[in-house]
């Protein structure tokens, strides 16, 4: 296993001899006795020069260190409903190295959050996260507030941070309980995103932190202090940290490329912004949009030993698609059904039970099953056991697409983009006959395969190695009868392929993968091929399903975009402000969808970013 990976370690409920909650891991209490409301308005409010810093700005940005139960957080959020000169967006980032279980933070909450957050304390528990290494993005108030919640060491989170701080609250267990909070190397990456006159305050008001402050960057001083303390520490950064994204100017409109997975996915992150979005669908110009009559797919998280780039995107990609979808209406929200997840082959039980005792993920996300359980959850036999992601999702991306595009108010238009050239501050977007199809300050390529053409044709794409290897690869799916499968079962079922439950017309099964094909297209050789993966993944015979005849049956076809490493290219090219790319999502789509959707928006509105910078660069068009 990497020695990178660290898994974490949740806090455990435990009180002192006088009620009062502590941490078992560091012996030191969570909060003032004096009253965490209290404290946070002293110290971390008013020795931030809050509410008055923020009034007349149009966002705010906040970091903290030691979430704990998030009173902090509770108490700004108060204040910032409270001000009628409020900034139009208040963005939280806060790390926490041993969060509480969810049913613990509800639980806590109720009993020391005062009654003037309760309100809002009921809000927090519904989303908080499950226990799961990396970052996690809450939004309240319709997204004018947002809280980005790294789970694990404060250290290493700190420096794949990407923000614009304009106050830090360091509110980490006593210097001496854990030196680590207020150690050199954490206090220098806070500063590294320090915005211009960014404030600090602290409840610790030691020489040692004052000087370590000093050394990071910051110029502090004493303050009176809270509950008993003769003092506290405020203070201001010297110079603005390395550069961070700033937000956009000129007009919100932004041109999409594409209207399949990658293109919704971006325009509802920009239209829950307030962009106004233009889509071309290049499908549209003959009457059949993007992904029509694709009736199912499953979005399920990979697991890997060492944690790898891929499985903490999968990670991310699966938790952001929820929350940005589970509220869409009808069948365009994903069905949490789970998903079992059956092992290639039998032997491989140990070394998986070895992989999920080294992540320690919580089981009630991730947890080993034999194969009695897995066909008790799957409601039919399976062939072996495996794993349950309780998370895995049915979605059904024609209406999913859809749905998307009309929540984000977009004009969709027919038109397939060929070229795409520089006008002024922003690019037109140009057709095989060289006319204007739209134009805008930002235009996005979603457009799969085409991504790489267009860049190519317009004389773009040299200085993007990895974005000239792109390739497509054909793939099918296949509808079965649900009777054939006496109703098919009652979660996904993947492995080699994978089986869906019944939608409605049947269950979907899965995939091919055809490199070199001339076009994507039902074939009775690829239904044989779906039928037999399916075939594999149960532990029964069932008459129905093995009379179907290959050919014989509806199906979709479509094609994968492809990069090397199989991870996609998202974000702006370098070579050419204003114009981005998100593509090669390969087999993926649902995965990345919504998560890169959310990353360019943030960018693009000089958000704390939704990913740690170490996966950002890996996905960084190049």
Known sequence: MSVTYVPLIPAKVAFDSTGRLVSSVYGDVYHSPSGALGQAEHVFLRGNGLPERWRGRSSFTVCETGFGLGLNFLALWKAWRDDPQRPAALHVVSMEGHPFTRDDVSTLLSRYAPEPLAALTTRLSAQWPALLPG???????????????????????????????????????????????????????????????????????????????????????????????????????????????????????AVIVGAGLAGAGIAQALAVRDWRVTVLDAGRIQGVPTHAGHLAAALTPVVARDDNARARLSRAGSERALARWQSLPGGAAPRVCG??????????????????????????????????????????????????????????????????????????????????????????????????????????????????????????????????????????????????????????????????????????????????????????????????????????????????????????????????????????????PGLWMAAGYASRGLSWSALMGDLIAARLMGEPLPLETDLVQLVTPR
């Open 339 to 576: 998903t079992v997840q059956v092992e290639r082959d039998a032997g491989r039980s140990a070394a998986l039970a070895g992989t999920l005792q080294a992540l320690a993920f919580p089981p009630d996300w991730v947890r080993q099953v034999s194969q009695q359980e897995a066909s008790a959850l799957a409601g039919l036999p399976v062939a072996r056991g495996g794993v349950f992601f309780s998370q895995g999702m049915l979605v059904q991306p024609g209406l999913l697409i859809d749905a998307l595009l009309t929540a984000a108010g977009a004009q969709v238009v027919p038109g397939r983009a060929a070229s795409v050239s520089q006008v002024g501050q922003g690019w037109s977007v140009r057709d095989a006959a060289d006319a204007e199809l739209a134009r805008a300050d930002t235009v996005i390529l979603a457009n799969a395969i085409g991504a790489r053409d267009v860049l190519s044709a317009s004389g773009l794409l040299s200085p993007l190695p990895r974005v000239a290897q792109m390739h497509a690869l054909a793939g099918e799916v296949t509808l079965v009868p649900a009777a054939a499968l006496e109703g098919g079962p009652r979660c996904i079922v993947g492995g080699e392929g994978y089986l869906l439950p019944d939608v409605g017309t049947g269950c979907v099964v899965g995939s091919t993968y055809v490199h070199d094909a001339a076009q994507a297209r039902v074939s009775d050789v690829g239904q044989r091929v779906t039928l037999g993966k399916a075939a594999g993944l149960l532990g029964a015979c069932f008459p129905g399903f093995d009379a179907l005849t290959p050919g014989s049956l509806p199906g979709w076809a479509g094609w994968r975009a492809v990069l090397p490493g199989r991870l996609p290219a998202v974000g702006e090219l370098p070579h050419a």
């Open 135 to 253: 970052l996690h993005r809450l939004e309240f108030e319709n997204g004018a507030v947002t809280l980005t919640l790294g789970f694990g060491d404060a250290q290493v989170l700190a420096s794949r941070l990407s923000a614009r701080v304009d106050a830090f609250f360091l509110d980490g267990f006593a210097p001496e309980r854990n030196p680590q909070m207020w150690a050199q190397p954490l206090l220098r990456s806070l500063a590294a995103l320090a915005a211009p006159g960014a404030t600090v305050a602290t409840w610790a008001c030691t020489g040692e932190v004052r000087r370590d402050l000093a050394e990071a960057g910051f110029d502090v001083r004493r303050a009176p202090g809270y509950g008993g303390k003769w003092h506290m520490t405020m203070g201001q950064v010297r110079e603005a940290g390395r550069a961070a994204a700033s937000p956009a100017v000129g007009q919100r409109h």
